[in-house]
């Protein structure tokens, strides 16, 4: 790392656990927290993952603290032998592990809310380094630990999703923030969908306007794609300025792809919608199986707009429950435009609602054929205007298809909730 | 590192872009590279997060080369500007990067096929380090790079999930086994469902014996929890000797919390005991949304088991597809004990199924109340023999909430499916 990087104020987070380098768990809890040091004004320049192991990551964090001024550790505080972080952050400072008395009783008192009797194995849970600033756990039994040195702030998490969430919402980042108030750095996030990254590139054309003021990420997501732009000034007011001319240039070029900005989901966006509408949508899901339900139900409050859904996965349900004909099963076969145009139509029809949206077709790995190989999809939207249907063609993996299809068809949704204006 | 950890034979996983860092987009993409390279007996002893910057791509590989035998870079081959592993790589082993006419030839093909014409942008995805051999991209258009050096092996993939995924498993996991074949290291995951973390270490008791042969990793996932054994002996028979005793170990004292070892869903395991008996399985979700059915649809061949699920969200839903009465709902409210049991038991009845399982619950952040706090939730199984119920209480997130809701669903039939025999 040069000097020259090493004077700008960055974080570094460090991800303890052997299960994470294996893959057996996949590293959210870094996404997160990279998420809050960037809204913070303090974003990582480096990440990185940990073995258990005591002299790795005392190793790890002596490193951390010689390029970063904020280092962020999540996981081993648990009470399992291969939990080592307390004992590295004690040695890296010199501090002594002591049992605390009050952590022993908030931890007693934990087991004891869920009816249970505290095993001993737990008690090191009130092990905690004298010098050391607590950072209290609602949720759990490993209490959070908070170093200030040399203008430094170390902090260390557990792994537990939930606990890490809540000590990095509601303790780290206001923590950073108030240390590192004047670091702010300026980005925004702009939404795209309907559009890929290299045309993309062609549209926006020239960028050196652009680029000399500020820097442009490209973040595609299984057929949506964001791009988060960063001002290059370190001056509050300016950055904003170029944050804003960079906008306008996109604006221009693509305008009508961007959906939202800052982290709203195109789900939420299409609640919105609905809800600013006194509207409600019904889905009917063949191949994605439930996952465009998912991501509608995961928006707060999606029970205001989202009526109900079926996931008509075999013929008899789609013509028991959502009343698509048999013969069309027969004649077109499930993956079919007439089929999805049915599914939707039907759905809003029991349902009642305002809007209905389909989805249809081969998520393999096996299933496909010479004319409808894996991958071919068909999704259609049904309101009181007509219904519209589109034939899509993906790749990938199960999963991936599954992905591709609920962003296809919520993209498809929301291009008709803007085409039919209340 | 110390010169013993060295001496090991290891590899490391670089992941480079900024979009990682900020929490823009989890990585996904280490932990399959992580699983690989586990499974190729070379498991990873270190993985980062590297900006997109040319000089930190440079200089981690250069650090990871001096402590790893196998480096697996993915990020940063693409067509846009911030894209910058190809210099990084060309630089650190002093190749010279050349525009390779066959390689032109294949990107100019694969947007032919897309119905495109290249983009000028594009045309950096045919330059290539003169010296190192090219890894097939069957899904798009950058070129993978592997370099051999001083025993070494350096490969450098495409950060898009689907690429990265394939020459991983295709080309990637293969030549690491084939060079680094003495290096198997035996390990074994058992799946555990209806046991924290805690209580399992109490019904192990001593594990002295044991942890003189294995290391555990404890990996709890939402409810669900696995353990991760590793043998300790770098013998391959020994090893496996040890992985024998430590499996017997646990199946002795909680042997019935194990539904599966390897990476084996709990999904997976229902599809399985339901297509031995020919049976078939409706899903009737109120507060996972969906999510139930999606889990199990993401298990390949899924519609040989699973015939159809609802999504009643609102209560004219439960009434109307699934026969829950209007007087039921007025008087128990939507989340109760009665209603979870007439969900499933109308689910089963209408999609004529052996088996349905419903849940119904508030998943937060609004919708609760005193009497039925956010994380209340009543989960159900119908079959011939009966209906069950069971009452959970989460706390946490919207999204948390749904997932262990969910784990617990399909916990909770396949607790069933086990004690009916068929």
Same mark, same amino acid.
């Given at each position: 790392?040069?000097?020259?990087?090493?004077?700008?104020?960055?974080?570094?987070?460090?991800?303890?656990?052997?299960?994470?380098?294996?893959?057996?768990?996949?590293?959210?809890?870094?996404?997160?927290?990279?998420?809050?040091? %960037?809204?913070?004004?303090?974003? %990582?320049?480096?990440?990185?993952?940990?073995?258990?192991?005591?002299?790795?990551?005392?190793?790890?964090?002596?490193?951390?603290?010689?390029?970063?001024?904020?280092?962020?550790?999540?996981?081993?505080?648990?009470?399992?032998?291969?939990?080592?972080?307390?004992?590295?952050?004690?040695?890296?400072?010199?501090?002594?592990?002591?049992?605390?008395?009050?952590?022993?009783?908030?931890?007693?008192?934990?087991?004891?809310?869920?009816?249970?009797?505290?095993?001993?194995?737990?008690?090191?849970?009130?092990?905690?380094?004298?010098?050391?600033?607590?950072?209290?756990?609602?949720?759990?039994?490993?209490?959070?630990?908070?170093?200030?040195?040399?203008?430094?702030?170390?902090?260390?998490?557990?792994?537990?999703?939930?606990?890490?969430?809540?000590?990095?919402?509601?303790?780290?980042?206001?923590?950073?923030?108030?240390?590192?108030?004047?670091?702010?750095?300026?980005?925004?996030?702009?939404?795209?969908?309907?559009?890929?990254?290299?045309?993309?590139?062609?549209?926006?054309?020239?960028?050196?306007?652009?680029?000399?003021?500020?820097?442009?990420?490209?973040?595609?997501?299984?057929?949506?794609?964001?791009?988060?732009?960063?001002?290059?000034?370190?001056?509050?007011?300016?950055?904003?300025?170029?944050?804003?001319? /960079?906008?306008?240039?996109?604006?221009?070029?693509?305008?009508?792809?961007?959906?939202?900005?800052?982290?709203?989901?195109?789900?939420?966006?299409?609640?919105?919608?609905?809800?600013?509408?006194?509207? !409600?949508?019904?889905?009917?899901?063949?191949?994605?199986?439930?996952?465009?339900?998912?991501?509608?139900?995961?928006?707060?409050?999606?029970?205001?707009?989202?009526?109900?859904?079926?996931?008509?996965?075999?013929?008899?349900?789609?013509?028991?429950?959502?009343?698509?004909?048999?013969?069309?099963?027969?004649?077109?076969?499930?993956?079919?435009?007439?089929?999805?145009?049915?599914?939707?139509?039907?759905?809003?029809?029991?349902?009642?609602?305002?809007?209905?949206?389909?989805?249809?077709?081969?998520?393999?790995?096996?299933?496909?054929?010479?004319?409808?190989?894996?991958?071919?999809?068909?999704?259609?939207?049904?309101?009181?205007?007509?219904?519209? /249907?589109?034939?899509? !063609?993906?790749?990938?993996?199960?999963?991936?298809?599954?992905?591709?299809?609920?962003?296809?068809?919520?993209?498809?949704?929301?291009?008709?909730?803007?085409?039919?204006?209340?």
């Amino acid at each position: 790392m040069s000097d020259a990087t090493a004077a700008v104020c960055c974080s570094e987070i460090l991800t303890i656990g052997d299960e994470i380098l294996r893959g057996d768990v996949v590293n959210e809890n870094a996404a997160h927290i990279g998420r809050a040091l %960037a809204e913070a004004g303090v974003p %990582a320049r480096f990440s990185s993952v940990i073995p258990d192991d005591l002299e790795a990551i005392t190793e790890a964090i002596r490193q951390a603290l010689a390029r970063a001024q904020v280092i962020v550790v999540t996981g081993g505080l648990g009470p399992t032998p291969d939990d080592l972080t307390r004992d590295a952050v004690a040695s890296c400072f010199g501090f002594p592990l002591v049992e605390d008395a009050a952590l022993l009783t908030h931890v007693r008192e934990l087991f004891r809310q869920r009816g249970m009797a505290m095993p001993e194995t737990s008690r090191n849970q009130a092990l905690f380094p004298v010098g050391a600033r607590q950072i209290p756990n609602a949720h759990g039994t490993a209490t959070g630990i908070h170093v200030i040195c040399d203008g430094r702030h170390l902090f260390a998490l557990p792994g537990v999703a939930i606990e890490m969430r809540q000590m990095t919402d509601e303790y780290v980042k206001p923590a950073v923030q108030a240390a590192f108030a004047d670091a702010q750095v300026r980005t925004r996030t702009l939404r795209l969908s309907g559009i890929g990254e290299s045309h993309l590139l062609e549209q926006l054309g020239d960028q050196t306007e652009v680029s000399a003021l500020v820097r442009i990420a490209y973040l595609p997501h299984h057929g949506l794609l964001d791009l988060r732009l960063t001002a290059l000034s370190p001056d509050e007011y300016e950055a904003a300025a170029q944050i804003a001319f /960079a906008e306008g240039f996109i604006r221009e070029r693509v305008g009508g792809h961007v959906y939202a900005t800052g982290s709203t989901s195109l789900a939420e966006v299409i609640g919105n919608i609905l809800m600013n509408r006194c509207q !409600k949508l019904a889905t009917a899901e063949s191949c994605t199986g439930g996952l465009v339900a998912d991501m509608l139900t995961n928006v707060p409050g999606a029970s205001r707009w989202f009526e109900r859904g079926w996931i008509t996965y075999s013929n008899p349900s789609k013509n028991e429950d959502l009343n698509v004909p048999g013969g069309m099963l027969d004649e077109h076969g499930a993956v079919s435009e007439s089929v999805a145009r049915a599914m939707a139509e039907g759905a809003r029809h029991r349902a009642g609602t305002d809007w209905a949206l389909s989805c249809t077709g081969i998520a393999g790995p096996t299933g496909g054929s010479a004319e409808k190989p894996v991958g071919t999809v068909w999704i259609a939207v049904a309101a009181e205007g007509g219904v519209w /249907a589109r034939h899509l !063609k993906f790749s990938g993996l199960r999963e991936t298809i599954k992905l591709r299809t609920a962003h296809a068809a919520l993209s498809f949704l929301y291009q008709h909730l803007l085409e039919t204006r209340a």
